[in-house]
């Protein structure tokens, strides 16, 4: 389970946008797979994991209070960057920081299918498996977070938030 | 194929996601419509915007010790204790077994391609990805004078999703070579550039062991990309290293 720890973290700290709650939510997913460990069918750990996770993020944030979500100060984080980026130009960091803001407002539907898609390259196969839903809604959710993100990133003006 | 049909196929032929028949179909509608042909052009820009954005959360090195303390026999509630010790042990036998196979699993290949790939995997494995550590193309080429006979290129290829991170000095099959290295959201790209160019004036592609090799030539230099990124993202990265 330990190699998919990251991909655990990253689809939590995308669904709940915080470090905090990310963690928890990891840490109980991974509760949950130790102990339901004997009902694992072989096939993807990895598909089984994020599942796991995706339920738990999910509850959790039915259950948070509306509102509760808008907390942007603790969203600042950046992921640690293993690459030497130090003279990342500003322009780059703002056109960077408008995009994460942009996926940020996409419904959760959108978020994780997108995600998964993009930060985790899974084929539309395994997200159908991780989200429980046909393959068919895979790629027409994928086209609608496309859209609303393009849309978005035009008619933002040239300013980072 | 009408464009009321090809509108929500285009977003699966850009993940891959098609079969060859439609592939092909929507290839044709791609070369005579000029409006699909723009909405396929901003789904390119944008995939390739998210990957050089590097939109990975990372979890914290405190994250994997909590919960391996919550969920180990010593601290756990008693009562749970006895769910986790099999399943860990389990877990790390058949970590440790999956180890055992892969490492010895390399297979042998034609000689060229074989040490470049190693030279890549090596430059992952011993932590040794760059020698100048740069995402400045103004910082990386000059580095290389006096370092090589030759003048490698590096390009600026972020508008493009390939951010550049360095460029190391390697020697491989004997033939001194500059290493230029980009990362496509978590993959590694290696360019090997070596002295010594071929008439050879297309692309060729290779997959050893999993991991994709593009060859080309140009100006009396020869190249090979090497990485474990997906075949058609590796070729559009040679591609765009070829037009600039």
Same mark, same amino acid.
């Given at each position: 389970?330990?190699?998919?720890?990251?991909?655990?973290?990253?689809?939590?700290?995308?669904? /709940?946008?915080?470090?905090?709650?990310?963690?928890?939510? =990891?840490?109980?997913?991974?509760?949950?797979?130790?102990?339901?460990?004997?009902?694992?069918?072989?096939?993807?750990?990895?598909?089984?994991?994020?599942?796991?996770?995706?339920?738990?993020?999910?509850?959790?944030?039915?259950?948070?209070?509306?509102?509760?979500?808008?907390?942007?100060?603790?969203?600042?984080?950046?992921?640690?960057?293993?690459?030497?980026?130090?003279?990342?130009?500003?322009?780059?960091?703002?056109?960077?920081?408008?995009?994460?803001?942009?996926?940020?407002?996409?419904?959760?539907?959108?978020?994780?299918?997108?995600?998964?898609?993009?930060?985790?390259?899974?084929?539309?196969?395994?997200?159908?498996? =991780?989200?429980?839903?046909?393959?068919?809604? /895979?790629?027409?959710?994928?086209?609608?977070?496309?859209?609303?993100?393009?849309?978005?990133?035009?008619?933002?003006?040239? =300013?980072?938030? | 194929?009408?464009?009321?049909?090809?509108?929500?196929?285009?977003?699966?032929?850009?993940?891959?996601?098609?079969?060859?028949?439609?592939?092909?179909?929507?290839?044709?509608?791609?070369?005579?419509?000029?409006?699909?042909?723009?909405?396929?052009?901003?789904?390119?820009?944008?995939?390739?915007?998210?990957?050089?954005?590097?939109?990975?959360?990372?979890?914290?090195? +405190?994250? +994997?010790?909590?919960?391996?303390?919550?969920?180990?026999?010593?601290?756990?509630?008693?009562?749970?204790?006895?769910?986790?010790?099999?399943?860990?042990?389990?877990?790390?036998?058949?970590?440790?077994?999956?180890?055992?196979?892969?490492?010895?699993?390399?297979?042998?290949?034609?000689?060229?391609?074989?040490e470049i790939?190693?030279s890549?995997?090596?430059?992952?494995?011993?932590?040794?990805?760059?020698?100048?550590?740069?995402?400045?193309?103004?910082?990386?080429?000059?580095?290389?004078?006096?370092?090589?006979?030759?003048?490698?290129?590096?390009?600026?290829?972020?508008?493009?999703?390939?951010?550049?991170?360095?460029?190391?000095?390697e020697?491989v099959g004997?033939r001194?070579a500059?290493?230029?290295?980009?990362?496509?959201?978590?993959?590694?790209?290696?360019?090997?550039?070596? +002295?010594?160019?071929?008439?050879?004036?297309?692309?060729?592609?290779?997959?050893?062991?999993?991991?994709? &090799?593009?060859?080309?030539?140009?100006?009396?230099?020869?190249?090979?990309?090497?990485?474990?990124?997906?075949?058609?993202? &590796?070729?559009?990265?040679?591609? +765009?290293?070829?037009?600039?």
């Amino acid at each position: 389970m330990w190699p998919h720890l990251r991909a655990a973290y990253n689809l939590a700290r995308w669904l /709940v946008r915080n470090d905090h709650d990310a963690e928890d939510i =990891v840490q109980e997913s991974f509760g949950k797979a130790f102990q339901a460990m004997h009902q694992f069918r072989g096939g993807d750990a990895r598909v089984w994991l994020l599942a796991i996770v995706r339920n738990m993020a999910m509850n959790f944030l039915r259950q948070r209070r509306p509102g509760r979500e808008m907390q942007w100060g603790e969203h600042a984080s950046e992921p640690a960057d293993t690459a030497p980026t130090a003279e990342r130009s500003l322009i780059q960091q703002s056109r960077r920081d408008r995009i994460r803001t942009a996926i940020d407002q996409l419904p959760p539907e959108f978020r994780e299918t997108l995600i998964l898609r993009e930060i985790e390259e899974m084929s539309y196969k395994e997200i159908a498996a =991780v989200l429980k839903v046909p393959i068919g809604t /895979v790629m027409s959710r994928l086209a609608r977070a496309r859209n609303l993100l393009v849309r978005e990133l035009a008619s933002e003006a040239g =300013v980072g938030r | 194929m009408t464009c009321i049909e090809a509108e929500p196929l285009l977003n699966a032929y850009l993940d891959g996601e098609l079969d060859a028949p439609s592939s092909v179909n929507i290839e044709r509608h791609l070369a005579d419509c000029r409006a699909c042909q723009a909405q396929y052009g901003t789904l390119e820009r944008l995939r390739d915007e998210i990957a050089a954005a590097d939109l990975r959360y990372e979890p914290g090195p +405190e994250l +994997e010790r909590r919960i391996k303390a919550a969920f180990t026999p010593a601290s756990a509630p008693r009562r749970r204790a006895a769910w986790w010790a099999p399943s860990l042990a389990a877990a790390a036998m058949a970590a440790a077994v999956l180890i055992a196979l892969i490492v010895p699993a390399r297979m042998s290949g034609p000689t060229a391609e074989r040490e470049i790939l190693d030279s890549h995997l090596r430059s992952l494995m011993a932590n040794h990805l760059v020698d100048v550590p740069s995402s400045d193309r103004h910082t990386v080429k000059p580095w290389f004078q006096g370092k090589t006979s030759f003048s490698p290129p590096a390009l600026d290829l972020t508008a493009q999703g390939f951010n550049l991170v360095g460029g190391r000095l390697e020697i491989v099959g004997g033939r001194p070579a500059a290493a230029v290295v980009y990362k496509r959201r978590d993959h590694v790209i290696n360019l090997f550039i070596f +002295e010594g160019g071929g008439s050879a004036a297309g692309l060729s592609q290779q997959e050893v062991d999993g991991y994709h &090799l593009v060859r080309w030539t140009a100006g009396g230099l020869s190249y090979c990309a090497v990485s474990d990124l997906n075949a058609a993202e &590796l070729r559009a990265f040679a591609e +765009e290293f070829r037009r600039h």
